[in-house]
T-cell receptor, first 114, second 117 residues
Framework: AQKVTQAQTEISVVEKEDVTLDCVYETRDTTYYLFWYKQPPSGELVFLIRRNSFDEQNEISGRYSWNFQKSTSSFNFTITASQVVDSAVYFCALSEAGDDKIIFGKGTRLHILP | EAQVTQNPRYLITVTGKKLTVTCSQNMNHEYMSWYRQDPGLGLRQIYYSMNVEVTDKGDVPEGYKVSRKEKRNFPLILESPSPNQTSLYFC????????????????FGSGTRLTVV
């Protein structure tokens, strides 16, 4: 069965610090997709990244980077030099190939303190 | 502008009074889905649709109906709303590409905050 665990319910860091949000997933499929979404205080959901299971390359986009490790079933998200605007709830999600359901983790609320 | 449009943004209704939350996307996406978000439970899928006239249940379909008569629209229907359906609802669409990276994923609507009293 699919499952996504975000063990960190809430994190607070001071601006400019780096922060890593953890995501551990469970799936029986060999082909699957992992996602990260951001939900700022305004409430909308913003797509950040999708990663396919057969592509273990790490990705960097500006201050954001993602570390995909199949060996530990983890897809962690790091924000470098955090900013107050990064304050949001971040969701990790999983979808198995051929199944259009996306299973979301319960989210990590990130507070960036000025 | 590519977007998913949900209406209304806020709705307060009474138990048992049928309501429809509309969802429309202008990206010609095949896949559409409804989610509800509740504190401590995260996002849970209600229904999804892989194409016109093709719908399927998600994890929490009870008390909801959907239809997909046109590609762009995917309304969520609550025939007899109850207080436990008070929630924040999101509609989403995707072209479901096989690509990987920062350019692919579901696009979400702005959300509908529903209160059933």
């Amino acid at each position: 069965a699919q499952k996504v665990t975000q063990a960190q319910t809430e994190i607070s860091v001071v601006e400019k610090e780096d922060v890593t949000l953890d995501c551990v997933y469970e799936t029986r499929d060999t082909t699957y997709y992992l996602f990260w979404y951001k939900q700022p205080p305004s409430g909308e959901l913003v797509f950040l990244i999708r990663r396919n299971s057969f592509d273990e390359q790490n990705e960097i986009s500006g201050r954001y980077s993602w570390n995909f490790q199949k060996s530990t079933s983890s897809f962690n998200f790091t924000i470098t030099a955090s900013q107050v605007v990064d304050s949001a709830v971040y969701f990790c999600a999983l979808s198995e190939a051929g199944d259009d359901k996306i299973i979301f983790g319960k989210g990590t609320r990130l507070h960036i303190l000025p | 502008e590519a977007q998913v449009t949900q209406n209304p943004r806020y709705l307060i209704t009474v138990t048992g009074k049928k309501l429809t939350v509309t969802c429309s996307q202008n990206m010609n996406h095949e896949y559409m889905s409804w989610y509800r978000q509740d504190p401590g439970l995260g996002l849970r899928q209600i229904y999804y649709s892989m194409n016109v006239e093709v719908t399927d249940k998600g994890d929490v379909p009870e008390g909801y109906k959907v239809s997909r008569k046109e590609k762009r629209n995917f309304p969520l229907i609550l025939e007899s709303p109850s207080p436990n359906q008070t929630s924040l609802y999101f509609c989403a669409s995707s072209s479901h590409p096989t690509g990987t990276g920062v350019g692919y994923g579901y696009t979400f609507g702005s959300g509908t905050r529903l209160t059933v009293v």
